[in-house]
T-cell receptor, first 112, second 114 residues
């Protein structure tokens, strides 16, 4: 039981490049989330999904897109990376009964 | 509006001291959930506890205890006899019943010195 996994763990991009972060969970959770963590700002919600085929905007969605084609996967895309998107990105899935969020190990992204 | 405030940015204590991490929340909903998460230096976020708005009983788990007071909109976390392994960033979070979103505080970095 791997829980929540994220790929890749580290990435360096140049301004304007694109990339996709992959989140996978094996707990059969319906709800999945993407957060970014920046110093002094805690965790901010980018996008979330309440089920396969559905997505919704969070607090800071600009510059990001997401897709949930399969229940176990939640993809976060950056179409044209900017230095302001340098951050640590966390994916989480939620157990509907306990409401606890289970987090992946994070992806450290640097945009030069 | 929903908001979670963790006013303590960083706390340093000496091992075996007791320490309390403060969490103050704002919400207009009558049904909501409060959480604490731990982020050790390794970086992963670990769920510690969930408290429902309709259950004001305090909870104790080993050296950890949580004090929920609706009257002051606070959900404070106390570590008794702190240990070096308790060094981490601790986040408080809020979720209203009618939403899927979680609101996190900015975190409190706890340093326990040997």
């Amino acid at each position: 039981n791997a829980g929540v996994t994220q790929t890749p763990k580290f990435r360096v991009l140049k301004t304007g490049q694109s990339m996709t972060l992959l989140c996978a969970q094996d707990m059969n959770h319906e709800y999945m989330y993407w957060y970014r963590q920046d110093p002094g700002m805690g965790l901010r919600l980018i996008h979330y999904s309440v089920g396969e085929g559905t997505t919704a905007k969070g607090e800071v969605p600009d510059g990001y897109n997401v897709s949930r084609l399969k229940k176990q996967n939640f993809l976060l895309g950056l179409e044209s990376a900017a230095p302001s998107q340098t951050s640590v990105y966390f994916c989480a899935s939620t157990d509907g009964a306990s409401l606890a969020q289970y987090f992946g190990p994070g992806t450290r992204l640097t945009v030069l | 509006a929903q908001k979670v405030t963790q006013a303590q940015t960083e706390i340093s204590v000496v091992e075996k001291e007791d320490v309390t991490l403060d969490c103050v929340y704002e919400t207009r909903d009558t049904t909501y959930y409060l959480f604490w998460y731990k982020q050790p230096p390794s970086g992963e976020l670990v769920f510690l506890i969930r408290r429902n708005s309709f259950d004001e009983q305090n909870e104790i788990s080993g050296r950890y205890s949580w004090n929920f007071q609706k009257s002051t909109s606070s959900f404070n976390f106390t570590i008794t006899a702190s240990q070096v392994v308790d060094s981490a960033v601790y986040f408080c979070a809020l979720k209203n019943s009618g939403t899927y979103k979680y609101i996190f505080g900015t975190g409190t970095r706890l340093k326990v010195l040997a």
